[in-house]
């Protein structure tokens, strides 16, 4: 509903326009700028798309000066500390909370397509062993198109349901695959008696020649972390989602190209990155040379786990990660982790930096999810495919959210174009 208007002048040509301004339910209100070139004949600049709102949406709400963060209404503290992966799946999904009933149902239809097809798995072969996980994850994603295509009409709610329970439940099980390839050991097959982060511990774990036994604070840890990673509004790999399946794009293709967006380590690849940065730091004593250097623009080092586009008070989830460290780590009898006394000190020292704080640089969800995958057994490498499974919900929450919508258009930016003017062509013979 418009309630307010905002007044553009344009002083250069002596002209005004009365633009719309929407107001969501809470946050900022945005700008309706959809008639400004036809009115006035210009486009708004906004490189990385920090001002811009693409779409309207009902799914995810971030307050980031506040640090809040809620799925459809509900504060993530409250999911993290009541609430299940799957009931959050449902919720992102469905929009309200599930009766037991509809909950039982949906988990019931995850487990029903939690196997992959054989010849599916024979992709993997044709990876060499140390191969990216996320880069084989992502090609098989990209490769169940094929699998699915004739039988996938995005315009049938009932295809696209069948769609998220298969890509919600198969990542798991393509994500193990991917993990046992690089280790060389045979796939394990789901075990549909499990609870998901159990199933995936099982696979990921299990071997043919021994029982393998399934530890609870895993997986409870592991559901805690997807929990807290499951939605993000518009973040870069969601956004990249939306624009795929824009095009009227298979669904499975636009979700490959969610999962290659975040292997980036400015996103979902940063829980890889702080690892290897708290590694690389070592002690205490070489903290302030590694801040020194994070805060020299012409190093390219960046203090990994640490800003965030949205969040300029703290992040909501890091808080949770950070406490949540401290609980898993005592009842996995390692509390004296030195990774984590070492991330504890980092944190401490740089929030009293004034590079960090005149920048509003607070941890965000990767600088602690590491040390709880590593604590839990993940392998370094695997840490950005397990943010992908549990962001999978949201990426086609969105997707879902924006095919249903009867206003979809193609997402298709526009630019400033800052080449050489119309010029003739000369032939060769004739250039110096
Ligand atoms: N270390 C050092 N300096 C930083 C950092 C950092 N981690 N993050 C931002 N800055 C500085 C920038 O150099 C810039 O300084 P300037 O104003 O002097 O030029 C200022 O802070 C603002 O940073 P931008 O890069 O403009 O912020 P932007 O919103 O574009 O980037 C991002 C956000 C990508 C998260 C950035 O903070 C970053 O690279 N962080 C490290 C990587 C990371 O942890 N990514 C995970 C994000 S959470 C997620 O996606 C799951």
Same mark, same amino acid.
């Given at each position: 509903?418009?309630?307010?208007?905002?007044?553009?002048?344009?002083?250069?040509?002596?002209?005004?326009?009365?633009?719309?301004?929407?107001?969501?339910?809470?946050?900022?209100?945005?700008?309706?700028?959809?008639?400004?070139?036809?009115?006035?004949?210009?486009?708004?600049?906004?490189?990385?798309?920090?001002?811009?709102?693409?779409?309207?949406?009902?799914?995810?709400?971030?307050?980031?000066?506040?640090?809040?963060?809620?799925?459809?209404?509900?504060?993530?503290?409250?999911?993290?500390?009541?609430?299940?992966?799957?009931?959050?799946?449902?919720?992102?999904?469905?929009?309200?909370?599930?009766?037991?009933?509809?909950?039982?149902?949906?988990?019931?239809?995850?487990?029903?397509?939690?196997?992959?097809?054989?010849?599916?798995?024979?992709?993997?072969?044709?990876?060499?062993?140390?191969?990216?996980?996320?880069?084989? &994850?992502?090609?098989?994603?990209?490769?169940?198109?094929?699998?699915?295509?004739?039988?996938?009409?995005?315009?049938?709610?009932?295809?696209?349901?069948?769609?998220?329970?298969?890509?919600?439940?198969?990542?798991?099980?393509?994500?193990?695959?991917?993990?046992?390839?690089?280790?060389?050991?045979?796939?394990?097959?789901?075990?549909?008696?499990?609870?998901?982060?159990?199933?995936?511990?099982?696979?990921?774990?299990? &071997?043919?020649?021994?029982?393998?036994?399934?530890?609870?604070?895993?997986?409870?840890?592991?559901?805690?972390?997807?929990?807290?990673?499951?939605?993000?509004?518009?973040?870069?790999?969601?956004?990249?989602?939306?624009?795929?399946?824009?095009?009227?794009?298979?669904?499975?293709?636009?979700?490959?190209?969610? &999962?290659?967006?975040?292997?980036?380590?400015?996103?979902?690849?940063?829980?890889?990155?702080?690892?290897?940065?708290?590694?690389?730091?070592?002690?205490?004593?070489?903290?302030?040379?590694?801040?020194?250097?994070?805060?020299?623009?012409?190093?390219?080092?960046?203090?990994?786990?640490?800003?965030?586009?949205?969040?300029?008070?703290?992040?909501?989830?890091?808080?949770?990660?950070?406490?949540?460290?401290?609980?898993?780590?005592?009842?996995?009898?390692?509390?004296?982790?030195?990774?984590?006394?070492?991330?504890?000190?980092?944190?401490?020292?740089?929030?009293?930096?004034?590079?960090?704080?005149?920048?509003?640089?607070?941890?965000?969800?990767?600088?602690?999810?590491?040390?709880?995958?590593?604590?839990?057994?993940?392998?370094?490498?695997?840490?950005?495919?397990?943010?992908?499974?549990?962001?999978?919900?949201?990426?086609?929450?969105?997707?879902?959210?924006?095919?249903?919508?009867?206003?979809?258009?193609?997402?298709?930016?526009?630019?400033?174009?800052?080449?050489?003017?119309?010029?003739?062509?000369?032939?060769?013979?004739?250039?110096?």
């Amino acid at each position: 509903m418009t309630q307010k208007t905002f007044e553009l002048v344009d002083q250069s040509n002596d002209r005004k326009m009365t633009l719309p301004v929407r107001a969501g339910t809470i946050g900022p209100s945005v700008v309706d700028i959809a008639k400004l070139n036809k009115e006035l004949g210009v486009f708004t600049y906004d490189p990385g798309f920090g001002m811009t709102a693409a779409t309207e949406s009902r799914i995810t709400y971030i307050d980031g000066d506040a640090g809040v963060l809620l799925y459809r209404g509900y504060p993530v503290e409250q999911l993290a500390e009541k609430s299940t992966f799957m009931e959050v799946a449902y919720l992102l999904l469905h929009s309200e909370l599930p009766t037991r009933k509809q909950l039982d149902e949906f988990i019931g239809n995850i487990r029903h397509h939690t196997m992959i097809n054989e010849s599916l798995l024979r992709f993997f072969h044709g990876f060499h062993y140390d191969a990216h996980p996320m880069a084989m &994850v992502s090609a098989v994603i990209a490769s169940m198109s094929a699998f699915y295509h004739d039988s996938m009409d995005i315009y049938n709610p009932r295809h696209r349901e069948i769609f998220a329970h298969r890509i919600i439940a198969k990542i798991a099980t393509i994500a193990a695959a991917a993990h046992k390839h690089s280790l060389g050991q045979p796939h394990v097959y789901p075990r549909n008696d499990l609870d998901y982060c159990s199933n995936l511990l099982h696979m990921l774990y299990a &071997v043919p020649c021994e029982p393998y036994e399934i530890d609870p604070v895993a997986a409870q840890a592991l559901d805690l972390l997807f929990i807290l990673h499951a939605d993000h509004e518009q973040n870069a790999s969601t956004s990249t989602v939306r624009l795929a399946g824009s095009t009227g794009a298979n669904p499975y293709a636009a979700v490959a190209a969610g &999962v290659s967006a975040l292997w980036g380590p400015a996103h979902g690849g940063a829980n890889e990155a702080v690892l290897s940065m708290l590694e690389q730091i070592g002690t205490v004593d070489n903290i302030p040379k590694f801040l020194a250097q994070a805060k020299d623009k012409s190093s390219h080092v960046r203090l990994m786990g640490f800003g965030h586009r949205v969040y300029k008070n703290f992040d909501p989830r890091a808080k949770i990660i950070r406490e949540t460290c401290h609980k898993v780590l005592s009842r996995l009898g390692r509390s004296d982790n030195p990774l984590f006394e070492l991330a504890l000190r980092l944190e401490e020292i740089a929030l009293k930096d004034e590079y960090f704080v005149a920048r509003k640089l607070y941890p965000n969800v990767d600088f602690y999810s590491g040390i709880i995958y590593s604590a839990i057994g993940i392998p370094r490498s695997m840490f950005t495919v397990m943010f992908a499974i549990a962001r999978t919900v949201g990426w086609v929450a969105h997707w879902q959210e924006m095919i249903g919508d009867p206003a979809m258009r193609i997402g298709r930016p526009r630019q400033l174009y800052t080449g050489p003017a119309r010029r003739e062509y000369t032939s060769i013979a004739k250039r110096a």
